[in-house]
C-alpha cells in the first residue's frame, strides 16, 4: 500500500541546535516533495520544494535533501530557535497524478531555550 | 495583502443540517482545493478545481459538495450525509492545478463540530 511517514513522536531539540525531520515514503515515485511549517490552529504555510531530480535545496537556515533511492527526505533547520516550535508536514507530488499533493501526518518539534 | 480567507472560523452543525464553508481568495489563482485534517493525520483532500465552473472529487468527497462559479470562490458544502463532519476544514489554492511543482497557499481553517 502506498504511504507517507514522519515520525509521530514530538521531537524536542535544545535551542541551538540542528534540528532534523524525516519523511519516508513507500510505492509513490514523487517527481516533487514539498515542506510547509503549520502553527496550532492556523493552515500551513509553504516552506520548500524540491525536485526529483535534485538532492539538495537550501533556504537560510533551512535545508532539506531528497534521496530517491532511500525513498526519503529529511528537512534540517539549523541553529533552531523556539520561535521554529510548530508541526511540519511533508507532502509529495507524482507526474501521474496531476492535481494531487499527498500530505504526510506532520512532526511536532517544540525548540527549548 | 493577498491571501485566502476562509469562514467562519467555528461552526457547529446540528444533526440533519447541511452547513457552508466559505473560501475566498485574491491571488487570482485558477487551482483551489478542500482538505479535511483530523488529529495526528495528514491533509485528505475532498475536492478540487482547476478552473471556473469545473471540479473534481478528491479521495473523500462522499457527504460534501462543492461549486466554483467565480474564481476567487470555493465553497464547501458538509451535508447531512456526512455522518464524521467534525474535523478541522483548509481551504487552499495555487497558480496552476498541480502536478506538484507550485505551492500551494492555505487559509487558516474552519474547526466544525457537531452539537
Known amino acids: 500500500s502506498q504511504k507517507i511517514e514522519q515520525n509521530s513522536e514530538a521531537l524536542n531539540i535544545q535551542e541551538g541546535k540542528t534540528a532534523t525531520l524525516t519523511c519516508n515514503y513507500t510505492n509513490y515515485s514523487p517527481a516533487y516533495l514539498q515542506w510547509y511549517r503549520q502553527d496550532p490552529g492556523r493552515g500551513p504555510v509553504f516552506l520548500l520544494l524540491i525536485r526529483e531530480n535534485e538532492k539538495e535545496k537550501r533556504k537560510e537556515r533551512l535545508k532539506v535533501t531528497f534521496d530517491t533511492t532511500l525513498k526519503q527526505s529529511l528537512f534540517h533547520i539549523t541553529a533552531s530557535q523556539p520561535a521554529d516550535s510548530a508541526t511540519y508536514l511533508c507532502?509529495?507530488?507524482?507526474?501521474?497524478?496531476?492535481?494531487?499533493?499527498?500530505f504526510g501526518s506532520g512532526t511536532r518539534l517544540s525548540i527549548r531555550p | 495583502d493577498g491571501g485566502i480567507t476562509q469562514s467562519p472560523k467555528y461552526l457547529f452543525r446540528k444533526e440533519g443540517q447541511n452547513v457552508t464553508l466559505s473560501c475566498e481568495q485574491n491571488?487570482?489563482?485558477?487551482?483551489m482545493y478542500w482538505y479535511r485534517q483530523d488529529p495526528g493525520q495528514g491533509l485528505r483532500l475532498i475536492y478540487y478545481?482547476?478552473?471556473?465552473?469545473?471540479?473534481q472529487k478528491g479521495d473523500i468527497a462522499e457527504g460534501y459538495s462543492v461549486s466554483r462559479e467565480k474564481k476567487e470562490s470555493f465553497p464547501l458544502t458538509v451535508t447531512s450525509a456526512q455522518k464524521n463532519p467534525t474535523a478541522f476544514y483548509l481551504c487552499a489554492s495555487s497558480t496552476t492545478s498541480g502536478v506538484g511543482n507550485q505551492p500551494q497557499h492555505f487559509g487558516d481553517g474552519t474547526r466544525l463540530s457537531i452539537l
Open positions: 491571488l487570482n489563482h485558477d487551482a
Open positions: 507532502a509529495l507530488a507524482e507526474v501521474s497524478s496531476a492535481s494531487k499533493i499527498i
Open positions: 478545481s482547476q478552473i471556473v465552473n469545473d471540479f
